[in-house]
T-cell receptor, first 114, second 111 residues
Framework: ETGVTQSPTHLIKTRGQQVTLRCSSQ?????VSWYQQALGQGPQFIFQ???????GRGNFPPRFSGLQFPNYSSELNVNALELDDSALYLC?????????????FGSGTRLTVV | QKEVEQNSGPLSVPEGAIASLNCTYS??????FFWYRQYSGKSPELIMS????GDKEDGRFTAQLNKASQYVSLLIRDSQPSDSATYLC???????????FGKGTRLSVIA
């Protein structure tokens, strides 16, 4: 059974640029969530996808957008990058729409905006 | 605003002692409670989940839940230096809702 994989592991971008982060969910998981974790903080919920539909969104601006594909993999896109977007971006997957069985996290993508 | 509160620490305990980590949450509708361990520079790893009042034991770890007090805790028995990490408390509601995390408690186990 494969776990959650994210790519790339590290990324450096310039303010104003756009970035796409990718996530492959754990086998059998159809719910994918994205979180942003700033240094010294807990993960903050960005949005969640269940069977290719967005079914929850946190307090993030529209320049944060996403997709889920039929194989349940997912993308996070961030436009017009700002310095404060520098963080660890975590993808988490779970089985079932309720997500009450605990989420499995990928290893994360460390984004640095300069 | 749903909130999860944790003491940021650091909490220092000697090797072999019991480490006690605490968490409170604001949403009385919360149904599922999780403890994640996060080593520096790594992603969170699920170590315990609990859904009903009382204690749940798994090896050296015991999770305790008191919904009336909106309180959840994690006890680590026979603490080891390898337990040194940040412990994140997370909660969510029944249904398709996201996890709300606390800021985490940094635990340091001194050999």
């Amino acid at each position: 059974e494969t776990g959650v994989t994210q790519s790339p592991t590290h990324l450096i971008k310039t303010r104003g640029q756009q970035v796409t982060l990718r996530c492959s969910s754990q086998s059998g998981h159809n719910t994918v969530s994205w979180y942003q974790q700033a240094l010294g903080q807990g993960p903050q919920f960005i949005f969640q996808y269940y069977r290719e539909e967005e079914n929850g969104r946190g307090n993030f601006p529209p320049r944060f957008s996403g997709l889920q594909f039929p194989n349940y993999s997912s993308e996070l896109n961030v436009n017009a990058l700002e310095l404060d977007d520098s963080a660890l971006y975590l993808c988490a997957s779970s089985s079932g729409g309720q997500g009450t069985y605990g989420y499995t996290f990928g290893s994360g993508t460390r984004l640095t905006v300069v | 605003q749903k909130e999860v509160e944790q003491n940021s620490g650091p909490l220092s305990v000697p090797e072999g002692a019991i480490a006690s980590l605490n968490c409170t949450y604001s949403d009385r509708g919360s149904q599922s409670f999780f403890w994640y361990r996060q080593y520096s520079g790594k992603s969170p790893e699920l170590i315990m989940s609990i859904y009903s009042n009382g204690d749940k034991e798994d090896g050296r770890f015991t999770a305790q839940l008191n919904k009336a007090s909106q309180y959840v805790s994690l006890l680590i028995r026979d603490s080891q230096p390898s337990d040194s990490a940040t412990y994140l408390c997370a909660v969510n509601n029944e249904g398709n809702t996201p996890l709300v995390f606390g800021k985490g408690t940094r635990l340091s186990v001194i050999a």
